[in-house]
């Protein structure tokens, strides 16, 4: 009889960026190693802060679908809850987002507990306190709790400025260090957040790094006459931001350095995704009268290849307090498709260490302007092909998908 995995999380597929992506990803691969999958997650609203057809008319009551993630794989049953979701979402807002649905949660998991057993529940952070389910139905019917964190949210939220009540800090962060030190297996995604996660709780914790399907997003030979396909010139320049469109990215700098860069007239920067900072950016343009920035909208699975492929340069960019608590999910996508990337992070990163060693991209402060227009107008001018072919062996050897579950599947055995 194979083995049952309840995944609990506040987003799945079909949402394309971001941990919604991994998490379908994740339960797909599962199911098609044999394992039977259950999952409870919200409706998708993620990257456009709303929810998504088919779902929007059913996001205020509790639904039940069977169905596979892709063609290949087991049927997954999925529960979803209701949440409310903040069309302008802000650190207080968020944290309702969280609260209602761990709340919606606790009633599917609660109904759970009557029906067969899971052999292991695996929650994913954020939202942090989604363990604290794992913990209860682990507690009354003697699963495996695999508490795996995406995302150190209450240090970003920190950071960020966006609680600043020093009480309310250190309760949620005592229930995190609760939540840490109970569960059976921690994991994470980066190394600099595996050290911030000892310094919380003193344990093992399990390096689980965010994957790639290099069988889906691969090198395109003829990649010039793919930016036709997106509505620019085969002779452009393509620079290109793909992902969630938030503050704590700090895209700002991009339209700032477009300005500078407005002399190279082959040059453009674009900025394609959805999220709640865009129309912010978009006005800034405006105001600066800036006209080498393009708008594309967040683009569907099937068109990811040939938009990586499409850029000539990509930008991985985010703030200098949010460096390794969030490992940027869009660099294994740049990597596995050979791109060469400008990537902002602090020279004491983990980050820094891996792209440093191993020649897969070019290293800039976070927040620096000056940095960032520069390190854009020399790839311009220079030769990318060996940082290219380093990053698709990179990914080839440490990030692909059947790599990392065979190491993390022997965690589970």
């Known amino acids: 009889m194979s083995k049952r995995i309840l995944l609990i999380g506040g987003n799945f597929y079909p949402e394309l960026t971001g941990i919604g992506k991994y998490n379908g990803e994740m339960v797909d691969f599962l199911a098609n190693s044999g394992y039977e999958c259950t999952v409870v997650t919200s409706y998708p609203y993620y990257p456009f802060w709303k929810v998504q057809e088919p779902y929007s008319k059913k996001r205020w009551w509790y639904g039940k679908e ?23 979402p802000s650190g207080s807002k968020r944290m309702l987002l969280d609260f209602s649905f761990c709340l919606s949660c606790f009633f599917i998991v609660t109904g759970l507990l ?42 970003a939220a920190s950071n960020l400025k966006m609680i600043k ?60 006459q793919l930016k036709e396909a997106f509505g620019f010139s085969v002779n452009d320049f393509i620079v290109l931001y793909s992902g969630a469109i938030g503050e704590k990215q700090g895209l700002e700098e991009i339209i700032y350095s477009a300005t500078t860069l407005s002399s190279i007239g082959k040059l453009k920067l674009v900025i394609c995704g959805s999220g709640p900072y865009k129309e912010k950016l978009q006005k800034l ?23 990586l492929n499409m850029a000539d340069v990509h930008l991985v960019i985010q703030k200098a307090n949010t460096s390794d608590l969030v490992m940027p999910s869009k ?13 902002t992070t602090p ?18 402060e976070p927040e620096s302007r000056q940095e960032l227009t520069h390190a854009i107008e020399d790839l311009v001018y220079s030769d990318k092909e060996n940082i290219s072919r380093n990053a698709f062996n990179y990914a080839k050897e440490f990030l692909s998908i059947e790599k990392i579950f065979s190491r993390f599947t022997t965690h589970l055995q």
Request: glycine share 6%; hydrophobic share 40%; proline share 4%.
């Open 114 to 155: 009557f029906k067969r057993k899971y052999d292991y529940i695996i929650t994913v952070a954020p939202s942090f306190q989604i363990g604290l389910l794992g913990l209860f139905y682990k507690s009354i019917r003697g699963a495996k709790h695999i508490y795996h964190i995406q995302d150190l949210q209450i240090d």
């Open 347 to 364: 020279k004491n990163s983990s980050l820094y260490k891996m792209i440093a060693e191993n020649n897969i991209g070019v290293v800039i």
């Open 285 to 307: 343009k405006e105001e600066l009268g800036v006209d080498n920035v393009y708008f594309l909208a967040l683009q569907p699975l099937e068109k990811l290849n040939n938009l």
């Open 66 to 88: 069977k169905k596979t993630v892709s063609s290949s794989a087991k049927p997954i049953t999925i529960y979803r809850c209701p949440q409310y979701v903040p069309q302008k």
């Open 331 to 343: 660099l294994t996508g740049i990597l596995s498709v050979g791109g060469v990337a400008v990537i």
């Open 165 to 224: 009540s020093q009480r309310l800090l250190n309760i949620l962060l005592g229930v995190e260090k609760f939540i840490i030190r109970k569960a059976d297996i921690v994991s994470s995604i980066s190394s600099g957040m595996i050290s911030k996660i000892k310094v919380k709780c003193d344990r093992e914790i399990i390096f689980f790094p965010n994957w790639v399907d290099t069988k889906n997003l691969y090198p395109v030979k003829e990649k010039q």
